[in-house]
């Protein structure tokens, strides 16, 4: 036990490449806000305009309510899938991965 | 032994079990309670086993379960973490009752963790301690912010935590029928023998079997009846239909012009709705509410005038002045019966004996037969029961004019909300309310901000992701978590609109006399009452009063014509949701005293074991505090509070640890007072609210935390510009977390025997 947090201080030392780091966030930080203003429309937005889009009408479920009810759920596992991918791929990229997998 | 043999093991025994339980209640040897004993023996017996097997005192272990537990046992575990009594029994009923506004709750408590992955969890993972204040103190650099830190955990854990325990009592209650304190603690120790023996790696695994139990219970009924109704098992396709049948049905109860614009066939919709007579059903109870609310202009002369008005009665019962009235009713009898006798007087021109007046004739009959009516209401057995009823009702009367005022408040809003019939159950939230006074849309829209921030704020969930083997896993563990939560959450929606149906199609314009059995069922329990108020023998809408939406979630076995051990399945599968949930909760707080106060603040230099040993009899103590609020404060709060504690988490912990990761510039000074700040005002404003009315732009106390995440936000982001720079080794820091590379691995378990 004390090994793993003795391990866990020499870890925060390690010294990054500098330049790769910020290349890496920066990737990192244009996809977090792409998602953050997918994760907004699909939760505010379309739920701001849910009474206007409820004139639609698919298999019995107004799109408004199918949005809140079903619609947004759905984007919402699949985006943190996606992002998890892609957050894989991008460590690879920059071979920031894990040891040990 | 091997992790998957057990589960299997497992999942084959509850399946059996309830086969079993299903042909013996076919035999007709057990009933819903018997099968209700049985399953909860069943499942605590279960869940202590677990607590058993991976019983251990390795503070790793305990903490965070050897962070070996793989994405998607997380996820499961994280899911019945998550879920709680709230989330199994109640939030089916509140899209019942609420409709598109009860969305948020849908949104709010999904949408949070798109936060959660994107934000925090594979950071919080790569820091790889045990517990939010450990990320706070470090990141803060110091002990001021880890003990704001703990402050904001526990307060936020408690507050959820009371909820929980809440729960558990009705369900236990109402499983083996029981009263609630003792349920309360019941209930309890399934929660104790598990985490207190095994720490997260016990919790864990028997969160995993919970969620399966919970989840089947939860599909079961609604696929059922989907197939039952549309021959597709899929109630998530199959309920739009069901909305639109709703929306016409609805349309015909209140009246309203065109009710059917899409032509659905009349044979899956009610030819007996009435409008009349849902018309004078409510305007009925709008007079009941009118006569509460004069009551209520001015209570004390109210009471008064009914404790006289009951007492006069009683009076008048008394034995003399019964034996009083009697001999009066009887001399008046007499009167007129030796009237009718009397020989007539002769005609002096006829000789003969006048007829007798045809009306006055009439007159006399009446009036015996009006003696003899009343005569029979003084029997002694309806004096008596008279009498009884007058006492009961006088000790039934408010003792006080406080106690007159709730009352009668509540039977206003009651019968007030009677009168309103049926609103438009798919209507969005307008902008503008139509008293002009409040805000609807950013009501809405506000909670479900509040839910979101708030899910990714609390303790007890981002624990969780200390758990898994690496950054990596982590991040997938999110969407593992999301999507077994999501299998319930997308289908809650189903449970309301089908239960809506049916209580259009097949409650609405039946007799009295002869309810739907799920609905005698359940009115037996008190979740419902049918109260015929026009007094016509036939239910109307309006007549259909809902005490406690719960109905929804518990009725929809019984709907779908399946056995009661379905229902007792249900009940199991509430049970197992509200005990994952303590059990987390309960963890985190003890946690937040035994290792972050005692171990990292007072005595750092606490061995291994009497950490652990700590850790769990603060669990104890805390389990004890928590069931004591639950079962004996009772305050109407409780309610509320789980919605509370998410706009507490919002506008406390979420700040400072978004910040913390995303901008290297947050400084300590700024981070604890924007927790301070953030907190305080989440909470006053809730109580100011909640208590007195008080209101910002109409956001009530459930949206508290719009407020207070705001204010911690602003106030972070300020002090941080006008604090120094956090020194080379904090930004350090900050940046060391953002990189998975160099992460502490942990080893995915196998098996979950023995001591790692």
């Known amino acids: ?101 | 032994m091997q992790l998957k043999k057990i589960l299997g093991l497992y999942v084959t025994g509850f399946v059996v079990l309830t086969v079993v339980l299903a042909l013996l209640e076919f035999a007709g040897v057990l009933k819903l309670q018997g099968i209700g004993y049985v399953f909860m023996i069943f499942s605590v017996a279960v869940y202590a086993m677990i607590g058993i097997i991976t019983r251990t005192s390795d503070p790793s272990e305990y903490y965070v379960a050897g962070r070996g537990v793989s994405a998607i046992y997380n996820g499961m575990a994280t899911g019945s973490d998550w879920m709680s009594a709230a989330s199994f029994i109640s939030m089916a009923g509140l899209l019942f009752a609420l409709g598109h506004m009860g969305l948020a709750y849908i949104l709010g408590w999904t949408g949070g963790y798109v936060l959660l992955a994107l934000l925090l969890a594979p950071y919080l993972r790569k820091f790889g301690q045990y517990t939010v204040p450990d990320f706070l103190g470090t990141r803060y650099g110091g002990n001021a912010a880890r003990v704001i830190g703990i402050i904001c955990a526990i307060l936020v854990s408690l507050t959820y935590l009371t909820a929980q325990l809440n729960g558990v009592g009705t369900i236990v209650s109402r499983f083996i029928g029981i009263p609630f304190e003792p349920g309360v603690f019941i209930g309890l120790l399934g929660v104790l023998v598990c985490s207190f023996l095994g720490g997260m790696r016990a919790v864990t695994w028997t969160q995993v079997a919970q969620y399966i139990v919970l989840i089947s219970a939860y599909l079961i009924p609604v696929i059922w009846l989907s197939a039952k109704l549309f021959f597709i098992p899929i109630p998530e396709i199959t309920y739009g239909k069901v909305l639109e049948r709703i929306s016409v049905m609805e349309k015909q109860i209140m009246g309203k012009e065109n009710p059917n614009p899409r032509n659905i066939p009349a044979e899956v919709l009610n030819d007996k709705i009435d409008p009349a007579k849902e018309k004078e059903s409510r305007d009925l109870w709008a007079k009941e509410a009118a006569m509460y609310k004069a009551k209520l202009s001015n209570v004390d002369s109210a009471l008064a005038a009914d404790k006289a008005a009951l007492e006069a009665k009683l009076a008048s019962l008394a034995d003399d002045k019964v034996a009083e009235r009697r001999a009066a009713l009887e001399k008046e009898k007499a009167d007129a019966q030796a009237m009718m006798n009397a020989p007539l007087p002769i005609d002096p021109k006829t000789k003969q004996p006048m007829m007798m007046d045809e009306a006055k004739k009439k007159e006399l009959e009446a009036k015996i037969a009006e003696a003899d009516k009343q005569l029979a209401m003084l029997t002694p057995e309806r004096v008596k029961a008279e009498k009884e009823k007058a006492e009961k009702a006088l000790a039934a009367l408010p003792k006080n004019a406080e106690e007159a005022k709730t009352k009668w408040t509540a039977a206003q809003t009651a019968a007030a909300n009677q009168a309103k019939g049926t609103g438009d159950y798919l209507a969005t939230p307008p902008l503008v309310s139509a008293d002009g006074k409040s805000y609807p849309m950013l009501q809405f829209l506000g909670l479900i901000l509040c839910l979101m921030v708030g899910t990714a704020g609390l303790p007890h969930i981002l624990t969780r992701y200390y758990t898994t083997p690496s950054v990596k896993q982590a991040r997938s563990s999110v969407g593992w978590s999301l999507f077994f939560i999501f299998l319930l959450y997308f289908t809650a929606p189903a449970y309301a609109a089908f239960a809506r149906y049916e209580v259009f199609v097949s409650l609405v314009g039946t007799s009295i006399a002869e309810l739907p059995s799920w609905i005698a069922s359940w009115k037996m329990v008190g979740l419902l009452d049918v109260v015929d108020k026009n007094g016509d023998g036939i239910v109307q809408f309006a007549d259909f009063v809902i005490k406690s939406t719960d109905f929804v979630v518990l009725a929809t076995p019984e709907i779908a014509g399946l056995p009661a051990t379905i229902t007792g399945l249900v009940m199991a599968g509430g049970l197992a949701a509200a005990l994952s949930t303590a059990d987390g909760l309960l963890l985190t707080i003890a946690n937040a005293f035994s290792h972050d106060l005692y171990y990292k603040i007072i005595n750092p230099s606490a061995s291994v074991q009497s950490r652990v040993l700590i850790s769990k009899i603060l669990l104890v103590v805390v389990a004890l505090i928590g069931a004591s609020i639950a079962a004996f404060v009772k305050l109407p709060v409780i309610a509320a509070t789980v919605a509370w504690a998410f706009s507490f988490a919002a506008s406390s912990l979420f700040p400072a640890l978004v910040l913390g990761i995303w901008w290297r510039r947050t400084t300590g000074p700024a981070a604890i007072l924007g927790m301070i700040v953030g907190l305080a005002v989440s909470m006053s404003y809730s109580i100011a609210n909640f208590f007195y009315q008080f209101n910002i732009l109409s956001l009530r106390h459930t949206e508290s935390g719009l407020l207070g995440m705001t204010a911690a936000f602003l106030v972070i982001v300020i002090v941080s510009l006008i604090t120094p720079a956090p020194d080379k080794a904090l930004q350090d820091f900050v940046y060391s977390v953002r990189f998975p590379k160099g992460a502490a691995q942990g080893k995915e378990v196998e098996s979950i025997g023995g001591a790692a």
């Open chain 1, 1 to 101: 036990m004390a090994e793993l947090q003795t391990k866990d201080a020499e870890m925060t030392k390690v010294d990054f490449d500098q330049q790769k780091l910020e290349t890496y966030w920066k990737e990192n930080r244009s996809l977090v806000f792409t998602m953050l203003g997918i994760w907004f429309a699909v939760s505010y937005l379309i739920q701001f305009f849910s009474g206007a889009i409820n004139s639609i009408v698919i298999a019995g479920f107004p799109l408004g309510y199918y949005m809140g009810s079903q619609g947004a759920l759905i984007v919402f596992v699949v985006m943190i899938f996606v992002y998890a991918k892609k957050m894989n791929d991008l460590d690879k990229k920059y071979n920031l991965e894990e040891e040990g997998e």
